[in-house]
């Protein structure tokens, strides 16, 4: 398929990392003509997954203090996105702490504001934004992949 | 790097993504005018009205958990007008909910006045709609805040 194609690019596992490679997948997205609503899912992923490896993956990034310029110096976060007819497949790799997002637990749900928990929001949306969730760890990096749906359009028929 | 434990889709797509070598490399580099700007106004009927545009990711969440902390602080009632967010992940949740959680505690409280339709579906899918008020108008925020 002509319209197949894959990028990549690595990033420090910092606060300032994490804003470069938001730059990236946003202009990426862009460029690449994917629809704003698949954007903004791929996006949301990316900002989640990566976000997570800085506060949890080696930082000490503690909840309510001030965040660090650099919270996990030393690690470092590769990002490889690739369209193949109607999927994107985007893989995130990690040197960080093991940290598998399909095994983390649901968040429960609560009705009132007094009990509710600002923890765990992130990963519940990396659930919700892609179609396909998978994890590995091999030779020291997390391998978080996902998996996003290409919307089928009267174009597509074309 | 691939494990007989990942499901058959990924194991076919990571195979493929990794015999292309990522040939396509796209620059990196920061956009500019990128931060969140934010304006906060004391209306004549006793709230707060706080107008927040741009993107509440990392990068505006830094630069918005202080204001937020400030209006827990300092306001009662509270609306915030989402309708210039284009971009919204789970910090930028956490800071209103954060701010939400103190409010309510000295018996304030806080609503979402209009956000965009991306916006509202990550407020509905990481259930923050159901805990805080999303309103489409200053006339309903006006109905939950002052009665």
Known sequence: MGSDWSCSAVFPGTVSGVVDAACWIERLSAD???PEGLSFGIQLCVEELLTNVVRHGGGA???NAEMPAAAAPGVSISIGIM???DVIILVIEDDGTPFDITAAPA?????RVEEAQPGGLGIQLVRSFSSGL??????GLNSTTLRFLWPRTAFALL | MISAGMPAWCQQQLVFLRSHQFV?????????EREMEWSIVDLENGLAKVTLSGRMDLQGSMLIDPVFAGIAAEKSRVVVDMSDVTFLASLGLRAILVSCKALAAKGGNLVLLNPQPVVENVL?????SSIIPVVADMGAAETILLT
């Open chain 1, 61 to 63: 990034w503690l909840e």
């Open chain 1, 32 to 34: 690449r003509g994917i």
């Open chain 1, 83 to 85: 369209r193949s007819d």
């Open chain 2, 24 to 32: 396509q490399q796209v620059a990196i580099g920061r956009m500019e």
């Open chain 1, 107 to 111: 968040k429960p749900v609560h009705r």
């Open chain 2, 124 to 128: 509905n899918i990481s259930g923050i």
């Open chain 1, 134 to 139: 998978a994890y590995d760890r091999t030779g």
